[in-house]
């Protein structure tokens, strides 16, 4: 018998028997990250690898981490985000509505059976929601990253 964990990473992994420790490339259904994590750092990365989101409409960014802009550094963080937003087409932008992972069910992007990666240690309240979460690490699987996939070992 299945936990609902195992049964969303089997789900997104296309694997329907999963063992311990093996390791696992799932599908992202949606990936969130913040003003801290998110377009400072993937923005330019993507530049460099001359490489296109995975899927605009499977990413949430949302900006709590340096609002209000309080100083250069934060307004500058800022700027950034907005102008990765506008620049890659995001629509689901969310500046300045709250913290994170918050936001995201409250705006109805949390549904049972996700499989959803944040860029907050906090998004595991996303599991409230019958979603399996997991983060996204500081150095992250940038080949993963741009198919919208996101690997890792399962315990």
């Not at 309080?70 to 500058?76: L, M, P, V």
């Not at 700027?79 to 913290?99: A, L, M, S």
């Not at 699987?141 to 315990?155: A, H, I, K, T, V």
Request: aromatic share 8%.
């Amino acid at each position: 018998m299945f936990s609902i964990v195992e049964k969303i990473l089997s789900r997104a992994s296309g694997q329907t028997n999963l063992a311990v420790a093996e390791y696992l490339s799932c599908k992202v259904d949606l990936a969130m990250v913040h003003d801290s994590s998110g377009p400072r750092r993937l923005g330019p990365k993507l530049a460099e690898m001359k490489r296109q989101l995975f899927d605009k409409d499977r990413l949430a960014i949302i900006t709590d981490h340096f609002v209000p802009a309080h100083d250069e550094a934060s307004q500058k963080i800022k700027r950034v985000t907005e102008e990765f937003v506008h620049r890659e087409n995001i629509r689901h932008f969310y500046p300045e509505e709250g913290i994170c992972h918050v936001v995201l069910p409250q705006k109805g992007l949390l549904s049972p059976g996700m499989f959803f990666v944040g860029g907050d240690s906090h998004s595991t309240t996303a599991g409230a929601f019958g979603c399996c979460r997991t983060d996204i690490p500081p150095r992250p699987n940038w080949s993963d990253q741009r198919r919208g996939l996101r690997s890792f070992r399962r315990c």
